[in-house]
């Protein structure tokens, strides 16, 4: 089964910071990784598709990069309505999510 | 609006059933595959199961296999998670989500609120 290490666990971070996360998968997946954002008590919302394309509505100061087994997601300028938890996923074979990373302010 | 309506969670007791479901509104749902993703109390996301736009082709985490089955109705534009067996940890809540393609699970672009579960005597 191909594992998902998502890093850091948390991030603290002020407004107008770039925000970076990580994403390692053990084996190569090619472009095959997503990110979502999740505010508490929320669904998840998609953010970033096939790495680094951005889902319909979502602004631009979020980005993705990356293949084969590192990823990153930057968020360029930190908003306050930013604070949330964020996953990658990968669908290699079946979904798997990283652990999140917890972004606060 | 597309939407996503879940429903049918509820307090169960260890070894019980339970059929939750998902009602689309605002498009069809026969092209796309469509999935449940549920999340623990406190704890990350994790996929449960999937299954093409046809229904013809279904598929279980290993976590759940042989307990749970997924199932749809594309003339209800309906989606159901039938669970079996349940278990302490299957305690989650419960996401419908559609799959932007019709025969392969690849990303989630629309998610419903979600259902708890509770398992627990």
Known sequence: DIQMTQSPSSLSASVGDRVTITCQASQDIRNYLNWYQQKPGKAPKLLIYDASNLERGVPSRFSGSGSGTHFTFTISSLQPEDIATYYCQQYQNYPVFGQGTKLEI | ?121
């Open chain 2, 1 to 121: 609006e597309e939407r996503l309506l879940d429903s049918g969670g509820d307090l169960v007791q260890p070894g019980g059933s339970l059929r939750l479901a998902c009602v689309a509104s605002g498009f069809t749902v026969s092209p796309y595959a469509m999935s449940w993703v549920r999340q623990a109390p406190g704890k990350g996301l994790e996929w449960v199961s999937s299954i093409s736009g046809s229904g013809g082709r279904a598929y279980h985490a290993d976590s759940v296999k042989g307990r749970f089955s997924i199932s749809r109705d594309n003339s209800k534009n309906t989606l159901f998670l039938q669970m079996n067996s349940l278990r302490a940890e299957d305690t989650a809540v419960y996401y419908c989500a559609r799959v932007r393609e019709p025969d392969a699970t690849t990303y989630f672009d629309l998610w419903g609120q979600g259902t708890l579960v509770t398992v627990s005597s």
